[in-house]
């Protein structure tokens, strides 16, 4: 565990808004421009998903136009690598997005807006988080994009020299005002001075005394087993510096770190939502109230058997789909004003903040406003059973966590794959684009503004040097591995090549695209993180795009860390955060 001061630097919540309406089409007709799904991958004959075996993931039993899809059989699930996961991430995306029947608590809107899923509030100062029953007609909370968390909460940093992530922890004050470091006896010291080395190294740094401060600690002096070490940012002598305990050293230049709001091209700031299903909320909820004792997620039905045991107590008599296990949702949206034209979207009526835009530099919230917001992301995560008996898990408890955008989000950097040729380049993508103004975008990708919920009213504020607007993004790893990884990005390509080819003419799903599904090797808690293993959205990771699920989503071998514990660290940072239904 990290040192307890550390956790000082608690995830403020964002700014919130509220879903008035269900969710529903956008109607426009989608054109030729956004990111576009090479034809040719067929010819590969990887990850193909027939017409017939796509109508059975149908209710009705054919491939129908915004049709309702079941959910996979998570218990049951085949559990061969890599196109069996590609597979499922795929058809949970189609049952998620699927309007909503009768069975799901009356109808309307889509599956993941139903009363079978709940919405999960912002953690308040002390971790902890509500669940939000959904109701028709009764709102839902959204908040602005968040920073991207490491394993730990903390907000991530990239060294752009390296392309290596540290978290940022928190920089402490002391009376004085002057900032503190922990020294290798585990004290808090003033740091009254620094003298910097010539040779780019750590600078050496002296207490109010004049002493020098022992500070640097030696690598096996690691306190945990985590992936991303910590690291403090520091302005002395004028100077602005990141460095950690062991020594990593960063110059301000050299750094960027994942801590925007992100706005679309038109002004629209992006706007999140965060949910789970019914099975995850009660189980969740069991675990915060000592009605359910478990240290990973449910893998088969004899788990879901204390589950459905304690929502009956709840009132809840069964499950709509209780084969589809646990599932944790983020989406991502963006008002309907703000989307470039002749891209179709998924879309809801919502209630969110309003900003005072007289400044370039910082917009204090004035109040709210009602619009429709269009879906531009999603994350799909579930944990499986196995059918595979080489699985000695016999599932996944750590999940299976895949990735949704919408392919007028941005552009893709260049990539090959495997069509009626070995290793050709992807098509030219052309805009106009959501996330970007240009067909390519400079790298880093840099954030503009963030929220800031400590003044009255909170605000948006522009981060130094920069005035408040968009960014131009692109997609760095266009299918969540390197671009020149021609055998995965065709296995990823080929099943989304087959479900637009499949679907429906005019069924809006078809303008999602998956761009990757990642997890470990037979469930184990420290296996290898395989499928597509540099997963990020454009919209959620957007500055952070060379990390991984399983950097920020770790598990270890102490109870609760292969679920989450109350602090929001562990493989999920939000069950150990969720509070007992009443």
């Known amino acids: 565990m990290r040192d307890p001061i550390l956790r000082a630097l608690a995830a403020r919540p964002a700014a919130k808004a509220l879903l008035l309406a269900a969710v529903s089409l956008l109607s426009a007709s989608c054109g030729p421009s956004g990111s576009q799904v090479p034809a040719d991958v067929a010819n590969a004959g990887t990850c193909t998903i027939s017409a017939a075996t796509m109508a059975t993931w149908f209710k009705s039993g054919s491939i129908t136009l915004d049709g309702e899809v079941t959910p996979a059989d998570s218990i049951n699930f085949p559990d061969h690598p890599n196109c069996d996961f590609y597979v499922w991430s795929e058809r949970m995306f189609l049952w998620l997005t699927s309007p909503t029947p009768p069975s799901y608590g009356g109808g309307g809107g889509r599956i993941f807006a139903s009363p079978a899923f709940f919405d999960v509030s912002p953690e308040d100062s002390a971790h902890h988080r509500t669940l939000i029953a959904h109701h028709a007609g009764l709102p839902v909370m959204l908040q602005l994009r968040d920073l991207q968390k490491g394993a730990h909460e903390l907000p991530l940093l990239q060294d752009r020299r390296t392309g290596q992530f ?18 290798v006896q585990g004290k808090q010291v003033e740091i009254q001075r620094a003298e910097f080395s010539k040779n780019g190294g750590p600078p050496a740094l002296f207490d109010p ?40 050293f960063l110059e301000a230049e050299q750094a960027e770190a994942d801590t925007g709001v ?26 915060a109230a000592g009605a359910i004792s478990a240290t990973r997620f449910p893998i088969s039905a004899a788990d879901e058997t204390p589950i459905q045991s304690y929502a ?82 016999h599932g996944h408890p750590e999940m299976i966590w895949a990735t949704f955008e919408h392919k007028c989000n941005a552009p893709a950097a260049s990539y090959t794959y495997n069509g009626a040729s070995s290793n050709e380049s992807g098509p030219t993508e052309t805009g106009p684009w959501l996330l970007s103004s240009t067909n390519t975008p400079a790298t880093p990708i840099n954030a503009r503004q963030q929220y800031n919920d400590v003044p009255t009213p909170p605000e948006i504020d522009a981060l130094s040097g920069n005035t408040i607007g968009p960014t131009d993004v692109q997609r760095e790893f266009p299918w969540g591995m390197a671009g020149n990884n021609s055998g995965s990005n065709t296995e990823v390509i080929a099943a989304d090549h087959a479900v637009q080819t499949n679907l429906a003419a005019g069924d809006v799903r078809a303008n999602y695209i998956m761009t990757g599904s990642t997890w470990r090797i037979f469930g184990g808690i420290t296996a290898p993180q395989v499928g597509t293993n540099v997963l990020a959205n454009t919209t959620m990771e957007t500055f952070a795009q060379g990390s991984n699920c399983f950097s920020c989503h770790q598990s270890g071998s102490a109870p609760g860390q292969f679920l989450g514990t109350s602090d929001g660290q562990g493989l999920s940072h939000i069950v150990g955060e969720i509070q007992p239904l009443p």
């Not at 401060?213 to 910590?230: A, M, S, W, Y």
């Open 166 to 183: 540290f978290e940022l922890a928190p920089t402490l004050f002391s009376a004085r005002k002057l900032p503190m470091i922990q020294d």
């Open 209 to 248: 005394d004049g002493r020098k401060i022992d500070f640097l600690r030696k690598r096996e002096q690691r306190l945990d087993n985590q992936n991303i070490p910590e690291i403090q940012k520091f302005t002395l002598d004028g100077h602005i510096v990141f460095f950690n305990i062991f020594g990593d």
């Open 262 to 287: 992100l706005m679309a091209q038109k002004s629209s700031l992006v706007y999140y939502t965060l949910e789970v299903n019914d099975v995850y909320g009660y189980f969740a909820s069991g675990l």
């Open 312 to 393: 009956a107590t709840k009132g809840v008599s069964s499950f709509p789909d209780p084969e589809a296990l646990t599932m944790e949702l983020k989406t991502a949206w963006v008002e309907a004003t703000s989307l470039p034209a002749g891209c179709t979207y998924i879309t809801m009526k919502a209630t969110i903040p309003t900003y005072d835009q007289t400044s370039t530099t910082v917009w204090p919230k004035t109040g709210t406003k009602t619009v429709t917001l269009a879906m531009i992301g999603m994350h799909v995560v579930g944990s499986t059973g196995s059918t595979n008996p080489a699985n000695t898990v």
